[in-house]
């Protein structure tokens, strides 16, 4: 696979998310450089395998979704057996965890994956371990615009699910040729998209504002504050993209608003224009 030659203010290429075993940076709360935005978030990927287990009590909220592999988690002297094939075909699995709660992740497989965000918070919280059975998909875009936006919407929790975190998170499984996040919309507080795609080699376009973004396997986009975004992806490749948005002091995430050019599409009764000869 080609890597792009040069990365953008907001798009960090996959190189910062493809560094192997242990933990990888990508974004880090106070940090600045991503476009002039400090997305208030640390962001990273963690692999690890037998034989490297995690153990920590982090001063800060911690979410750790898993990707793939196998792995048994210990969290505050509960067990789980957590298991994850597919970050398409399956639901999210994630740890949610308050600051300085003891953790301890073990590798049941070579090879086990998690996307990790961090945030400052100092309202209590309690520690859930999330799995499939507690997390309904919603598939939003159906009947709309000839289901050209139709996708899998996977939120884990949300300020209606726990106020008292920083963080609301979820996933996309945007179908292939589609669109998602549209129409195109827009919220105060800052975001983060991190994608993969269901071969090496896929592909899809991001909207930010008027400027489009080529995106590609492991790479992570910066969305600022009040700055239109949706997404494509090329035909015959599934993108999937992790969402984390970081609440403000005194506004909290609780919806957004959309691009009212494009909201007639979300009228079931004008699917917009259809070739003649269809």
């Known amino acids: 696979m080609t890597s ?37 978030m640390d962001f990273g990927i963690h692999v690890h395998g037998p034989g490297e287990p995690i153990e920590e009590a982090n001063p800060k909220e911690s979410v750790w979704v898993l990707l793939n592999g196998e792995a048994k988690v210990t969290v505050e002297g509960e067990e789980y057996a957590l298991k994850r094939g597919s970050i398409f075909d399956d639901p999210p699995t994630a740890i949610h965890l308050a600051p300085n709660t003891p953790v301890r992740i073990e590798p049941q497989i070579d090879s086990v994956e998690w996307a990790v965000t961090r945030t400052t918070n100092d309202k209590p919280i309690t520690s859930t371990v999330y799995t499939p059975e507690d997390l309904a998909p919603e598939y939003r875009g159906a009947g709309l615009v000839q289901d ?21 998170i979820g996933e996309v499984v945007n179908y292939p040729g589609r669109w998602s996040s549209y129409p195109p919309h827009h919220h105060d ?45 090329a035909p015959g490749y599934g993108m999937w993209y992790l969402w984390v948005i970081r609440h403000l002091d005194g506004n909290p995430y609780t919806g957004f608003e959309f691009t009212p050019d494009h909201e007639w599409t979300l009228d079931a009764n004008d699917q917009g224009w259809k070739p003649e000869d269809q």
């Not at 910062?16 to 880090?28: D, H, L, M, N, R």
């Not at 899998?152 to 920083?166: A, C, E, H």
């Open 4 to 40: 792009k030659p040069h990365s953008t203010p907001h798009l960090i290429p996959s190189a910062a998310a493809s560094a192997g075993s242990g933990y990888s940076p990508i974004t880090q709360a106070g940090d600045a450089s991503q476009g002039g935005l400090d997305t208030r």
């Open 148 to 168: 050209a936006c139709l996708r899998n919407v996977r939120l884990i929790f949300d300020y209606s699910v726990n106020p008292d975190s920083n963080l609301v």
């Open 189 to 233: 507080q800052p975001e983060i998209y991190h994608y993969r795609f269901t071969k090496p080699q896929g592909y899809g376009h991001a909207e930010l504002g008027d400027a489009v973004f080529k995106v590609t396997q492991n790479d992570t986009m910066i969305i600022p504050p009040q700055l239109d975004h949706a997404q494509v992806s």
